[in-house]
């Protein structure tokens, strides 16, 4: 069973940074398919970025792309998403998951993956 656990949330102003990571246990991490999804009050997930267990090729949202840079340390079996000039648009509760291998075509699905983190809260103020 692998287990997930975000962290790195808060409060920022419009144009600030946050630096979100996901701690995973319990599985074969540098294998498994690693993503970021976000959901906003009253609105459904959302893929935001992820990255290929092997060659760590990496998928961004168009919405988040050129801001956020997803990465993952395999030694620390961590993932982190960087995300510089945040907008309030970017206000959600952020989420990480796993899949297993095979890689799957489908990797902005929420369903595509197996295992959850809890989510980190981050709020950007105007």
């Known amino acids: 069973q692998v287990q997930l656990v975000e962290s790195g949330g808060g409060l920022v102003q419009a144009g600030g940074s946050l630096r979100l990571s996901c701690a995973a246990s319990?599985?074969?991490?540098?294998?498994?398919?690693m993503a970021w999804f976000r959901q906003a009050a009253g609105k459904e997930r959302e893929f935001v970025s992820a990255?290929?267990?092997?060659?760590?090729?990496?998928y961004y949202a168009d919405s988040v792309k050129g801001r956020f840079t997803i990465s993952r340390d395999n030694a620390k079996n961590t993932m982190y998403l960087q995300m510089n000039s945040l907008k309030p648009e970017d206000t959600a509760v952020y989420y990480c998951?796993?899949?297993?291998?095979?890689?799957?075509?489908?990797?902005?699905?929420?369903?595509?993956?197996?295992?959850w983190g809890q989510g980190t809260q981050v709020t950007v103020s105007s």
């Open positions: 319990g599985g074969t991490f540098r294998a498994y398919t």
């Open positions: 998951a796993a899949r297993p291998p095979p890689f799957s075509t489908t990797y902005n699905y929420p369903k595509s993956y197996n295992y």
């Open positions: 990255i290929r267990g092997v060659g760590g090729i990496t």
